[in-house]
């Protein structure tokens, strides 16, 4: 058990519809990043929060939105969906945002648009 | 831009064989860190090694073992005696600074299968 925390483990939508993919970093991790893994793209890094602040942001589309709260949750919102959106989505935590060493994964969430 | 190649998409091995996961990596940066995870059936991802640029001096954690080797931009991963629960996605990736942030960049991954 990594003590990330993700919500909900699996989703099933339909296109055009808005998700919120949510996660409780471990305690004591100020920063979160997300990630989305699919067959033909791999894992790749959407957007990175520290301490309730953007810190970097990767390949993630217009339509997807995120943020992290006080209590320092974060949440992924996607809007418009579309059926190549479908993929697991984890989040990741770590110490610091400027942490070298290992970030502790979720379990993801399952997303599937129909 | 930093990239991580894995080139081996999958690999079947039957049990009891050694096993090679190879991973190369591409940056500019002389400091930087690199990493194996695996994804099991289940999931999540679970770290297995970090190693920092200044470091290669190679690892053995039981049948793991990772070789780095800066001269060929490689950190390899090989199982000793594989196991039917070796049996999983693996993961390279490499952290390199990126304005305020160190961000990890992800290899495609490899699928091991283990057979009985």
């Known amino acids: 058990d990594s003590g990330v925390t993700q919500t909900p483990k699996h989703l099933i939508t339909a296109t055009g519809q808005r998700v919120t993919l949510r996660c409780s970093p471990r305690?004591?991790?100020?920063?979160v990043y997300w990630y989305q893994q699919s067959l033909d793209q791999g894992l790749q890094f959407l957007i990175q929060?520290?301490?309730?602040?953007?810190?970097a942001k990767g390949n993630i589309l217009e339509r997807f939105s995120a943020q992290q709260f006080p209590d320092l949750h974060s949440e992924l919102n996607l809007s418009s969906l579309e059926l190549g959106d479908s993929a697991l989505y984890f989040c990741?935590?770590?110490?610091?945002?400027?942490?070298?060493?290992?970030?502790?994964f979720g379990e993801g969430s399952r997303l599937t648009v129909l | 831009a930093q990239k991580v190649t894995q080139a081996q998409t999958e690999i079947s091995v039957v049990e009891k064989e050694d096993v090679t996961l190879d991973c190369v990596y591409e940056?500019?940066?002389?400091?930087?860190?690199l990493f194996w995870y695996k994804q099991p059936p289940s999931g999540e991802l679970v770290f297995l090694i970090r190693?920092?640029?200044?470091?290669?001096q190679n690892e053995i954690s039981g049948r793991y073992s990772w070789n780095f080797q800066k001269s060929t931009s490689s950190f390899n991963f090989t199982i000793t005696a594989s196991q039917v629960v070796d049996s999983a996605v693996y993961f390279c990736?490499?952290?390199?600074?990126?304005?305020?942030?160190?961000?990890?960049?992800f290899g495609r991954g490899t699928s091991l299968i283990v057979h009985p």
């Open positions: 990736a490499l952290k390199v600074r990126s304005g305020g942030s160190y961000i990890p960049t």
């Open positions: 940056t500019r940066d002389t400091t930087y860190y």
């Open positions: 929060y520290y301490n309730g602040e953007e810190r």
């Open positions: 305690s004591g991790d100020l920063s």
């Open positions: 990741a935590s770590s110490v610091s945002d400027l942490n070298t060493g290992e970030l502790f």
């Open positions: 190693r920092n640029s200044f470091d290669e």
